[in-house]
Every structure is written in structure tokens, then in C-alpha cells.
């Protein structure tokens, strides 16, 4: 990425150059795809969430109670054990450091709980299993090392939210008064960690789906109380808003689609430039079947955001109005630690690191 914004900076430097003097500037030079590079995971399991803390380390986590470290940017993932979860499927994971992370179980029941570790996996904490057999907790997102969301699918006509502001000791329930009136059967999607996301120290974002419309949920109080909007995204049976990424407090997309159908084209991409309190229609990622996870890369000029589905991946540099084909594969979710190197993980145990040159 150092290599592209140079690149911009002599364009850049070129074109004040040309204009003094009288001569047409030159175009502006075209940011280069990234490279996909396949790692070795060392597991079979489905991977369904990744945490990228830089452009060295990473945690993932997945089905059969899996989750993976690596320190070396992707040369080496050493698995971790998290004592009595390997039954467990672990749908997201949240990580600060080399040594900090946070382990979403998602399922019914007592299935869905979440772990800390703070010594890189050597001990965890549980620190929440679940007690209301109708709940199925997706996702949760962190304004900071201590202060968080989880959110499960909707009960007796609400979601259930839950917030912490100790580190995860305690994860309260958000009183009813401060989440809208579901709407019937509506729920979150646990297929990548990214339908609960977060941004700075107040402000976060839930993506549903239901049989009578996608919408998503703002806060701007660290989960507090919540607002609904609808956007145009497909609706139905298992179909909805999937995955949600934020480059700033304003700038945002919602992908979803139809779960059930790996053929479906009616994957799509809802935008916003106001936080999420209005939504249009983006472009389609160029591949079959729902987007189940997306992320925007750090600091990148001009902005580029990475879809990813069972169908394969994409990339949009313009916030999701159009988009590129990256790759063909299977994908679950995919997620940045620096504006140069990310990952993407999938079925069968799949890592695929993403270079930006």
C-alpha cells in the first residue's frame, strides 16, 4: 500500500506540474488488485470469523470449538483450545492484541456463550452462557477493551442486547424500552461475526433480516438504546441484511441476501453517508449466493471494501456502488489489520491471506 500512495503522491506532484506549465496532466494511477495468497490452516473445520489486530496478527475462530493465532502475518496458525467448547461453533471473535481476544459461541440455548483470554490463549474466562432457551446470540462488537454489544435474535418481540462495560465480567441486558418492536421471526445473521459492528466509543450498528424487510439497528450511546430503519435489501424466508461495514462514523454499507439459495444473484449492497440514518441501493458483488461477511481496508485511498460469500469474493472502491470479482472460492468472512494484508476464511478450514501492494 506504501508503494500506491506513492504512486498518488507523484501523480499528484505531476499534475500541479503539467498545469503550471501549460500541459495536459496525465491520468491519475489506477490502485492494483490485491494478491490472494492460500495459507495453511492446519484444521477441516468451517471458519467463520476472523479478527485482524495488524498486518502480523490474527485470530480466527470456527466450528468444532477452533481457534487459530498467528503472529507471523499468516506463515504459521497455531490452534488454541478453549476447555469444554468442542462442540461449540465459534461464529466471531474479537482480538486487541497478540494476547487479548474475545470468543462468540453462537447456537440456541446455552450454546451461545462468550470467553475472554487475555495471555493468548493459554487460559479462558467464560464469561456468559446463555439461560433462555429461545435466545440465539450472532455477533457482538467493542467500542474498547472493555465496553461491548452482543446481540441475539429476536425474543417475545425484541432483541436481545446485552452490553458490558467491565471487560465481559458482566454482560447486562439492555432493558426492553431501549430496543424497537421486532418484527416477527427477525434475527441476526451468526455467519461471519459482521452483523453487529462498531465504530469509535459510541456508536454501533445491528443487520437483521425477517420475511417482511431487512433493517438495521443504530446506537449512538454504546448500545444503550437503539433506533430501526429499513433498508432495500432482499426479504424472506432466511434472507436479509448479513454483514455490516463502517470506514468512518457516516460512510457505511449493509450486504445481504438470500441465505438458502447458493444460486440466488440477488445479493445486494445497501449504502449510507449519514451513519445509517439513510439507505440507497448499491451495486451487486459480482458472485452467486448471500454476502456473508465484508470489511473495509485501513486507511486505504480511495477506499476499498471486501465482500465474501459462498460464491466467492469482490471489491468496491466506491463504497459499494460498483464492484470486481477477487476470487471464486467459498468464503465465510473476511477482515483487515493494516492497509496492506488482511485474510479471508471459509469451509473446509480455508485462510486466504489478501495482499494490497
Not at 468444532?64 to 483450545?81: F, Q, S
Not at 469509535?200 to 439497528?217: H, N
Not at 469482490?314 to 472460492?329: F, P, V
Request: glycine share 14%; hydrophobic share 45%.
Amino acid at each position: 500500500m506504501r508503494r500506491a500512495l506513492a504512486a498518488f503522491a507523484v501523480a499528484a506532484s505531476l499534475t500541479g506540474c503539467a498545469r503550471s506549465h501549460g500541459v495536459e496532466a496525465a491520468a491519475p494511477a489506477v490502485p492494483r488488485a490485491p494478491i490472494l495468497m492460500e495459507q495453511t490452516s492446519g484444521v477441516t473445520a468451517v471458519l467463520q470469523a476472523v479478527s485482524a489486530v495488524s498486518g502480523q496478527v490474527a485470530w480466527v475462530a470456527g466450528h468444532a470449538g477452533v481457534v487459530l493465532r498467528t503472529t507471523d502475518g499468516g506463515a504459521g496458525w497455531v490452534r488454541l483450545h478453549v476447555p469444554g467448547a468442542d462442540s461449540l461453533e465459534f461464529r466471531d471473535v474479537q482480538a486487541f492484541d497478540a494476547d487479548v481476544a474475545y470468543l462468540l459461541a453462537a447456537g440456541p440455548g446455552s450454546r451461545s456463550r462468550i470467553f475472554k483470554t487475555s495471555d493468548g490463549g493459554r487460559t479462558w474466562a467464560e464469561q456468559f452462557v446463555n439461560a433462555e432457551p429461545r435466545a440465539f446470540y450472532d455477533c457482538f462488537a467493542f467500542f474498547d477493551r472493555d465496553r461491548g454489544v452482543a446481540v441475539s435474535d429476536a425474543v417475545d418481540g425484541r432483541l436481545l442486547v446485552r452490553a458490558t462495560r467491565d471487560g465481559g465480567a458482566h454482560w447486562d441486558l439492555v432493558p426492553e424500552a431501549g430496543v424497537p418492536p421486532a418484527r416477527e421471526g427477525e434475527g441476526a445473521f451468526a455467519a461471519s461475526g459482521t452483523c453487529l459492528v462498531a465504530v469509535g466509543d459510541r456508536l454501533a450498528w445491528i443487520a437483521t433480516g425477517s420475511r417482511a424487510e431487512a433493517r438495521v439497528y443504530r446506537s449512538d450511546d454504546a448500545g444503550h438504546t437503539w433506533s430501526m430503519r429499513a433498508v432495500p435489501l432482499a426479504s424472506g424466508e432466511a434472507a436479509g441484511a448479513t454483514s455490516l461495514a463502517f470506514r468512518d462514523p457516516l460512510h457505511g454499507v449493509a450486504l445481504g441476501g438470500r441465505i438458502a439459495v447458493a444460486s440466488d444473484t440477488d445479493n445486494q449492497t445497501a449504502m449510507t453517508a449519514d451513519g445509517g440514518l439513510t439507505w440507497t441501493r448499491g451495486g451487486r458483488p459480482p458472485f452467486p449466493g448471500a454476502v456473508y461477511g465484508s470489511a473495509y481496508v485501513p486507511v486505504a485511498r480511495p477506499p476499498a471494501l471486501v465482500a465474501a460469500g459462498p460464491g466467492g469474493l469482490a471489491i468496491s472502491r466506491d463504497d459499494g456502488a460498483t464492484w470486481e470479482a477477487l476470487g471464486s472460492g467459498a468464503y465465510w468472512a473476511v477482515g483487515f489489520g493494516s492497509a496492506g494484508a488482511g485474510w479471508a476464511v471459509g469451509p473446509r478450514g480455508r485462510i486466504t491471506l489478501i495482499y494490497f501492494r
